[in-house]
């Protein structure tokens, strides 16, 4: 696994993996619905504080967001 910091990524790259982890299948947001944009602040705010990074695994060529405090 590779970790990969967020400002290594172009605008479009980074929305591009967040866009791939909010829309998967099976992602949870609880009872309360959110507009795409409303995913997409809270998952920014995630990989800004620290609380989440981006790691990309080369053996299945796979990115994903990881929460970093459980």
């Known amino acids: 696994m590779i970790t990969v910091p967020v400002e290594q990524l172009s ?3 980074l929305l591009g993996v967040v866009d791939a982890f ?16 409303e ?3 809270r998952v ?6 620290g609380d989440a ?3 990309y695994y ?4 796979h990115i994903d967001i990881v929460l970093t405090s459980v």
């Open 22 to 37: 909010i829309l998967r299948e099976g992602t949870d947001y609880g009872h309360q619905d959110y507009t795409l944009d």
């Open 58 to 61: 080369p053996e299945n060529e």
């Open 11 to 13: 605008e479009s790259a």
């Open 39 to 41: 995913k997409r602040r």
């Open 44 to 49: 920014m705010a995630l990989l800004d504080n």
């Open 53 to 55: 990074e981006i790691c």
